[in-house]
């Protein structure tokens, strides 16, 4: 399987259309509260005028999607809080489960999420949902490989070391937000370019 590279944290049309120019393959959109949270409609508008193929994530964090999928219609669910599995399952579409470890205990409750199209991996910090911009040991997304669902690396990554991420892990696919930012919820376009291009050359 081909790698798949998310950029997430999008807040504005113009990193919006940056990212896909530079070759992302999804755009996240945050819908919990952080620096890079925008809401249905913000997102809605965005997603109105980007170009076809690029698969679009909605990222909310122990909320109920389904007021913000009527209006906003993104193509994917990453749930990123505590949401049980029966809450993943109930959704009946897409959803991505992502988990903040930092050992591999933190990896037993990938067991029952059987129903999510894929495992979101993340650094933990305590009190923070994501965007941290810290890692985890790259060592548990090779591991977290027995579940048998494609795996995400994200947490930390950058320009500069997400190719040895790749080459390490070998995921399904690489999710980044603030390693290439300017500011919070302002992405860099050389940032934006030098990660892509680094994720797809380790491929």
Same mark, same amino acid.
């Given at each position: ?13 113009d990193d919006a259309l940056a990212a896909a120019e530079a070759g992302a393959d999804a755009l996240g ?16 508008a965005i997603i109105r005028e980007l170009p076809p193929f690029i698969t679009t994530v909605g990222l ?19 749930? +990123? ?9 109930? &959704? ?15 990896? =037993?409750?990938?067991? =029952? ?20 911009? +810290? ?21 930390? &990554? ?5 190719? +040895? ?9 690489v999710d980044v937000s603030t390693g290439v930012e300017a500011a919070p919820g302002k992405k860099d ?15």
């Open positions: 399987m081909s790698l798949r590279v998310k950029i997430c944290g999008i807040t504005n049309l959109f945050v819908f919990a509260p952080s620096p890079r949270q925008v809401t249905a409609e913000q997102a809605a909310v964090v122990d909320q109920d999607p389904r007021p913000i999928l009527e209006a906003c219609p993104v193509d994917v669910v990453q749930f +990123h809080g505590a949401e049980s599995p029966e809450r993943v399952r109930a &959704l009946g579409r897409r959803a991505l489960k992502a988990f903040r470890v930092r050992e591999t205990a933190d990896l =037993e409750p990938l067991a =029952e999420y059987g129903s999510a199209s894929a495992f979101l991996l993340d650094a933990y910090v305590p009190g923070v949902a994501g965007g941290t911009g +810290h890692r985890f040991p790259w060592s548990l997304a090779v591991e977290a490989k027995r579940f048998g669902k494609p795996v995400i690396v994200a947490g930390g &990554l950058t320009p500069d070391n997400v190719a +040895h991420c790749v080459d390490t892990t070998n995921p399904a696919g376009r050389a940032k934006l370019r030098d990660f892509i291009a680094a994720a797809r050359a380790a491929r």
